[in-house]
Structures are given as C-alpha cells and as structure tokens.
C-alpha cells in the first residue's frame, strides 16, 4: 500500500471516530501513536494528521494535534452558521429520507432515551451524534452537507459543555424525536422549522453556562 494509500485510511478512520464522538477535548493525538495504533509508519499518520488539521478538525501543539477549543465568541458564530444551513439541510433531508437512514435515527433515540433515564451524558452524547450524522447523509445537496460537516467538531464541543447541564439532557432528546416525527413523514417545511427551533434551543442553554450561577 503507497504511502498516500495509508494517509487516507488513516484519515477516514480518524475523522469517523471525531464525528462520531469517539475523542474528546483532552484527547491528543500523537503521530507515532496514531501509526502503532493503525499499522502504518510515522509519516502517512502524520500526513493525516496535517490533513484534519488543514480542514479544521484538528489544531497542532508541541506535543500533538488536539481537538480545537473555541471562545464563546467562536461558539457564538457557529450558532449563526447553524441557524442560517440546518434548516434547509433539514428540509432537504425530510425529502430525501431512506428507510435505513430512519432505523439508524430511531435506534439512536431509542439509545438516547435509555441514557437520559441513566443520567449518562456520555451514552446521550453518542446517540445524539449517530442521529446528527444518519440526517446529514441524505441531505441532497452535497456542497452544503459538506459546509455544515466542517464545524462539526465545534458543535461537538458545544454539546459536550451543555451536556454538562442536567436539565438540558431532555431537550436535546425532546429536540430529536421532534425532528424524528417530521422525518418520518417527509414533511420537509416540518423539518425545517424544528431544526431551527432545535439549534435555537442549543444556543439559549449554551448562553446559559456563560452566564455566572
């Protein structure tokens, strides 16, 4: 296998298990780590590396790649961003919808569900990010799928600092199962308004943790 052959696996093996929640905000991500973990040498991991970096998903240090920490200011803006595409993307979705895509949605708030009686944040946090990414792969319009996968890691980063609020937890699930009931009926202007209503939502408990208790 060549050595961009390699960089690519190691790429999308990488990238999958960001969207998918797999690493957190105190992951590092070393390169020779990386190769011994996925059998390859140092420099198609590194390139990877670089590669997630360039794109966004990453951000170097002396001591390894890490997730990227946002400002409020930041987080604030990717709010606008979502406000401004998930809601046409949503409408898309609806439209474009898949028999599969919906059994993925439906186990993950049935997941979800569990975990919120279970009080556990992390498995919710999973669940919610298999939903977000089974929607996200039927949305038509692939310029625009692609333009919302690049701040993924930033939403990411909000929902793991608003999980963080217990009385959060049955809004997002509550937020789920209403744009589940939209898709499952193909309503595309349904599914529009509840994604605007749910990152709306999203915003006003991020705004929360800034404000002092």
């Keep these: 296998m060549t050595r961009q052959n390699l960089r690519d696996r190691i790429y999308d093996n990488l990238i999958q298990r960001i969207r998918s929640g797999a690493f957190g905000l105190d992951d590092r991500f070393v ?7 996925l059998g390859s040498s140092r ?3 590194r390139d990877a590396l670089m590669r997630l970096a360039t794109e966004g998903y990453l951000v170097p240090t002396t001591r390894g790649f890490v997730l990227p920490r946002l ?4 987080i604030l ?9 998930e809601p046409r993307a949503a409408a898309l979705a609806a439209q474009g919808i898949t028999d599969a895509a919906l059994a993925v949605m439906e186990r993950a708030v049935t997941d979800g569900a569990a975990a919120l009686a279970a009080r556990d944040g992390p498995a919710l946090f999973t669940a919610s990010e298999i939903f977000r990414n089974a929607w996200l792969s039927v949305v038509s319009n692939r310029t625009l799928a692609q333009a919302i996968r690049r701040y993924f890691v930033q939403v990411q980063n909000v929902r793991l600092i608003t999980m963080q609020q217990e009385e959060v937890l049955p809004v997002i699930l509550a937020g789920q199962r209403s744009l589940l009931a939209a898709y499952r009926e193909r309503d595309a202007v349904a599914a529009g308004d509840r994604m605007l209503c749910f990152v709306i939502e999203g915003e006003i408990a991020f705004r929360r943790t800034l404000t002092p208790a």
Aim: glycine share 4%.
């Design 31 to 37: 390169d020779v780590m990386v190769a011994a973990e």
């Design 43 to 45: 420099m198609p991991a």
């Design 71 to 74: 400002g409020p200011e930041e």
């Design 77 to 85: 803006e990717v709010f606008e961003l979502r406000r401004l595409l």
